[in-house]
């Protein structure tokens, strides 16, 4: 059993980026290990929210969790500001890092594009994520590719403060999908799949109707060549396509390429199409029930008192290494 942390952000609706390259480890990894999962709501405000938007969001990705597969009788599901010792390490752990290190984050490079009067909050979101994951002596991590600078920094954190004191903080590992780590964008398959991107064409939600997924899919941008044929580097497009076929259907690549060779695009998006509607329609009928249930505000508050009951021991031996307060 190892302990498993993740988290996902109450911004927008969870889209198949977020499932197929993370969420989908989340459910496998809870029936073999102590896995903790959080709606890491702190990070969104790093951003100007509407409260009353952000409340709703926080309840949605909260609910999608458990439409997935989480359940809370075997993984802890709770609402990061619910449990206060993210805030308290992230400032100790602020302490144990350097503003280098900070600004070569490539996430903060994207969203500040360099402007000075880009948020502290956006600047310090590592240090946040490092806390949560170090908060609970968390050994894995599932996420997908894009966080693995955020993973990296965090390990250097951790080694960092147990050079200085010993055995302050377990060293954890990303655990990354083998395909799907990172969905690209429906209209600019050089992107990755994002909750902000203008376009809703360019992603779909967990939640988006069969219209919505039909449209997206058939708008989707591919190639001149016309072949159903995996390459990154020449067919980013339809390379995508075909790894968000073989995620939701199970197939292997190379069986989906020969089933279609001499098709054309049109019949393999055709299909795609129904491949997607028929994984997320069981994920949204759940979702409708429980979204509207009390069992879900239930799971969250015992979540966040189990959550606490984890991280206050841990959190309490980390301050004893760096001398504060004075409390046992
Ligand atoms: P967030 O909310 O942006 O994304 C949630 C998860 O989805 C993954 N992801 C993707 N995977 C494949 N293809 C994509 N296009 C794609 N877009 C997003 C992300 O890698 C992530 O695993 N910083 C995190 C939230 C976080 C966290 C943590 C994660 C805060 N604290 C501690 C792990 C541990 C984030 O922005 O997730």
Redesign the pocket.
Known sequence: MARV?????P?GNI?I??Y????RQFVELQNDNDCIY?V?DM?SITVPQNPKELRQHILDVAALYMAIGLDPEKAILFVQSDVPGHAELSWILTCSSYTGELSRMTQFKEKSRNNESAGMGLFS?PI??AA??LLYDTEI???????KQ?IELCRDIAIRVNNRFENTFVVPEGKYMKS?????SLDDPTN????SAENIHSRISLLDEPSKIKKSIMKATTDSEGTIRVDWDEKPGISNLITIYSAFSGIDIPDIEKKYEGCGYGDFKKDLVDVTVEALTPIQERYAEIRKSEELKTALKEGAEKANAIAVPILRRVKKKFGLGVKK
């Open positions: 942390f993740s988290g996902v952000q911004t889209h980026g977020n197929l390259g993370a969420l959080c890491v990070h979101y946040l994520m949560d994951i991590v599932p996420v997908g590719n894009d966080q955020h799907a780590a990172r969905v690209m990755k799949m994002s909750k």
